[in-house]
């Protein structure tokens, strides 16, 4: 080749591919594929979002000072520790920047979201993937998998697509056997869904000694602001000055901040939203287990499903207007994943599943 040439790697890299939105042939599907809430955002938040176009030929506070304040004093936190990005995704991304390259190794689950070997490879790293028991991400694999090459760990707790998650110790197990060096990424997008009282997602542990742990979160799922692109993250002090050397200075669109600020603030929706998926998460998994269908112990606002025969099912279901995941990209060809939706759509999807399986 002689013309201009991306570094090793990039080429290697599968393009991510979104949850599809349109059926040829469906005028109003039902999409219940990219896990986004079922709800929708925060009327206070569309009301914050309207306010501050108004204002869109001033840049954004490029410090992000409002949205990390409230984030700080909910959850007990150092403001200044605190950083913002155009969703987690861009956090999870120059994290990889900043801490691998060429020769190194990022170590993830082998279900784990599909970004963590796409941030790999674009920094020139090496992706490497520890199985898994039971759909479940495994402490003492991953542990295994670490070699004297290995930055850094992504674990995504809980973890999409299999909605399984780490017990707070099995975490804390985690973080003891990396070697000082290693950074382990929480992503905890899916935690203000989680019920069990053994889970947490981790902020406690960024404040521990050493100063290897940070958790990333997310405005995309509970709050339904994934249009935005906002997530925020919680980092040692060492952490923090290496994003905010290496991020755009303004990362994060004024009208996200507004809107991330006003549905953060808005409790009354986040209580709603999260009653209205423990409701349907537990309804959906027990009708797809009455249809015969084995799902993975969700925890998240998806359930995962196993098929006979995956793609028919998701053909069937397209058919009837019902947009899920094929899971083929994430090594689980036998699975769809369905994301909880709005009460109608839950029983929409159940009975097409119904309809499906009775053929
Ligand atoms: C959806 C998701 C994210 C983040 O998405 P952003 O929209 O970029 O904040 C991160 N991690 C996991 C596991 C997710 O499912």
């Known amino acids: 080749m002689t013309g201009p040439t991306p570094r090793p790697g990039i080429l290697d890299i599968?393009?991510?591919?979104?949850?599809?939105?349109?059926?040829?042939?469906?005028?109003h599907p039902v999409k219940l594929s990219s896990n986004e809430g079922a709800l929708g955002p925060s009327p206070k938040a569309l009301t914050a979002y309207a306010a501050a176009g108004a204002e869109m030929?001033?840049?954004?506070?490029?410090?992000?000072?409002?949205?990390?304040?409230?984030?700080?004093?909910?959850?007990?936190?150092?403001?200044?520790?605190i950083v913002c990005g155009a969703g987690s995704d861009e956090l999870l991304g120059l994290l990889c920047r900043a801490y691998a390259g060429p020769g190194d190794e990022v170590l993830y689950s082998q279900h784990g979201f599909l970004m963590y070997p796409i941030a790999a490879r674009s920094c020139g790293a090496t992706p490497v993937a520890a199985p898994e028991v039971d759909l479940t991400a495994s402490v003492d694999n991953l542990l295994a998998a670490v070699t004297g090459r290995t930055t850094?760990?992504?674990?995504?707790?809980?973890?999409?697509?299999?909605?399984?998650?780490?017990?707070?110790?099995?975490?804390?197990?985690?973080?003891?056997?990396?070697?000082?060096?290693?950074?382990?990424?929480?992503d905890a997008a899916y935690a203000e869904f989680v019920g069990p009282a053994d889970y947490s997602a981790g902020l406690e542990l960024v404040d521990r000694p050493g100063g290897n742990t940070v958790v990333t979160r997310t405005f995309s799922k509970i709050y339904a602001l994934g249009g935005l692109r906002l997530g925020w993250g919680y980092f040692p002090q060492d952490v923090a000055d290496?994003?905010?050397?290496?991020?755009n200075p303004f990362n994060v669109?004024?009208?996200?901040?507004?809107?991330?600020l006003a549905a953060f603030d808005d409790t009354e929706w986040l209580d709603r939203c999260r009653r209205h998926n423990d409701t349907g998460l537990d309804w959906l998994q027990k009708r797809l287990t009455g249809l015969g269908l084995t799902v993975t112990p969700s925890v998240c606002n998806f359930v995962l499903a196993r098929f006979g025969d995956a793609k028919a099912a998701d053909a069937f279901l397209r058919s009837k207007?019902?947009?899920?995941?094929?899971?083929?990209?994430y090594g689980l060809p036998d699975w769809l994943r369905i994301t909880v939706g709005r009460d109608e759509e839950n029983q929409g999807v159940a009975d097409a599943l119904a309809e499906f399986l009775a053929r």
């Open 242 to 247: 290496v994003l905010n050397r290496v991020r």
């Open 321 to 329: 207007g019902y947009i899920v995941r094929a899971m083929g990209g």
């Open 253 to 260: 669109a004024s009208p996200a901040l507004a809107a991330g």
């Open 152 to 186: 850094v760990v992504f674990l995504a707790n809980p973890n999409n697509p299999t909605g399984t998650y780490l017990p707070r110790a099995e975490v804390e197990r985690l973080r003891a056997g990396l070697p000082a060096h290693v950074l382990l990424v929480l």
């Open 57 to 81: 030929h001033r840049y954004p506070d490029g410090q992000h000072t409002a949205l990390r304040r409230a984030i700080a004093a909910r959850f007990k936190l150092d403001a200044g520790r």
């Open 14 to 27: 599968k393009p991510y591919v979104g949850g599809e939105s349109a059926v040829t042939g469906v005028a």
